[in-house]
């Protein structure tokens, strides 16, 4: 997807990137051996070239953190076919009392008094080239900059606005349901009251509250990888080829 994008140059538009794309220039090589594009005059394009040959090599070097300040935040989505292996997918619960981490293979969770550690966090993050998160840019990541003053480097990508995009609306579980990605039937949180389950751990100290709480997160974070492989790419093809 990065490799057959241009909206990370200089003011180029969707609509001229639709334009490059009808001339059959489909990818970066394309482009650069193409002798002219059309709408795009003789000093532009060796410009738009030097761009293009140092977002090669940015890509070789696997720098996501380029292309996060150069995409705008909304097209950090067509990082993932290039970074999904190297993807953390991000959930809280509640005021920050519960944070998993999911990397595709295995799930980690930050507990409130027992293993919250900002230089915890930052080193899970630092390992990933890409942040996946549903509904992140409003709640998630705004929570941890207050919380530990933590600011995320990498590309986010909020599926939320990549589903809404596709047609996909609702909260998550809703886009779940309709993807048929299936989760616990304890765990569906149209029937669990977050906040209730913190406050009742707090309260009493039983484990069946806090161990529930737990097990609905990592449920949120494992999903979220099956959604993001499905709809960002019905959202490239609906991008690439409309």
């Known amino acids: 997807m990065i490799r057959e994008s241009f909206i990370f140059l200089d003011k180029i538009s969707h609509k001229t990137e639709q334009n490059i794309w009808k001339q059959g220039v489909s990818c970066w090589n394309d482009f650069l051996k193409a002798e002219k594009i ?116 990498i590309p986010h990508v909020d599926l939320r606005f990549v589903c809404q995009k596709i047609g996909l609306t609702g909260g998550l579980e809703h886009i779940e349901r309709q993807l048929g990605v299936k989760r616990k039937e304890e765990t569906f949180k149209d029937e669990i009251d977050i906040a209730f389950l913190w406050r009742r751990w707090r309260m009493t100290g039983n484990r069946k509250y806090i161990e529930l709480l737990v097990q609905y ?15 960002i790419k019905k959202l490239w093809e609906t991008t690439r080829f409309k």
Do not use: C
């Open 38 to 153: 059309k709408g795009i005059s003789k000093k532009r394009k060796e410009k738009f070239d030097l761009q293009l040959l140092e977002a090669r090599q940015k890509l070789l070097k696997d720098a996501a953190e380029y292309f996060a300040s150069l995409l705008p935040s909304g097209e950090h989505w067509r990082l993932y076919e290039q970074f999904k292996d190297e993807t953390i997918f991000l959930d809280i619960e509640g005021n920050v009392s519960v944070i998993g981490l999911f990397d595709g293979y295995e799930t980690k969770t930050m507990v409130r008094g027992f293993n919250f550690d900002k230089r915890l966090l930052e080193k899970e993050i630092s390992k990933h080239k890409l942040v996946v998160t549903f509904n992140g840019s409003s709640f998630d990541l705004p929570a941890l900059r207050r919380y530990f003053n933590f600011d995320f480097k």
């Open 217 to 231: 997160n990592e449920e949120d974070i494992v999903n979220l990888k099956p959604i993001a492989e499905h709809a």
